[in-house]
């Protein structure tokens, strides 16, 4: 599945650039390049990222390629999201997103401006603080998973996502 979280194009897709025999899924993700991470807290933007974690409890989707313009703040609030909820820790939340510094724009401006320290410093802190502070007491993962079923993610939804994600280690 070609799961393209741009869904500002003013020319849809009909299909994916992978070819036509891949499903593509169309959304506008949210931002967060809100201060204190609430961009995924905007209404307009629930749907879409509704729509994008649902992708990841079909199992028919999968492999899925996420398609972005940066790769950050878009796809790395759906990654961050998603592996958060796996279980991954902080640290390596952390460096993920480091990761994604490396691209050709990760240190210049975008075509909006923004400049990209700007774009790890605080975002990404405010995703995360945002996340780690939906309930009090509780891990990371756990409130990923409180938050995901705050905007509609069904508790069958979630278990299958962990069943498609997540691998025995004998």
Avoid: W
């Avoid at 075509?111 to 309930?135: A, C, D, W």
């Amino acid at each position: 599945t070609g799961l393209d979280v741009r869904g500002d194009s003013s020319k849809p897709l009909l299909s994916s650039p992978l070819g036509a025999s891949v499903n593509y899924i169309e959304t506008k993700g949210p931002y967060y390049v809100e201060p204190y991470g609430r961009g995924i807290e905007r209404e307009d933007y629930r749907d879409a990222l509704v729509t994008e974690i649902r992708t990841f409890a079909n199992a028919e989707n999968f492999p899925i390629y996420i398609h972005c313009s940066l790769g950050r703040d878009r796809t790395g609030t759906l990654c961050f999201l998603i592996n958060a909820f796996l279980g991954v820790s902080e640290m390596d939340l952390y460096r993920d997103y480091e990761l994604s510094m490396m691209s050709r724009t990760g240190k210049t401006q975008d075509h909006e401006g923004v400049i990209g320290q700007y774009m790890v410093s605080v975002p990404f802190t405010g995703l995360y603080r945002y996340i780690k502070n939906f309930q009090k007491n509780k891990t990371l993962q756990q409130n990923t998973e409180a938050f995901m079923l705050s905007i509609g993610i069904t508790a069958d939804e979630i278990a299958a996502i962990k069943a498609n994600m997540l691998e025995e280690v004998k």
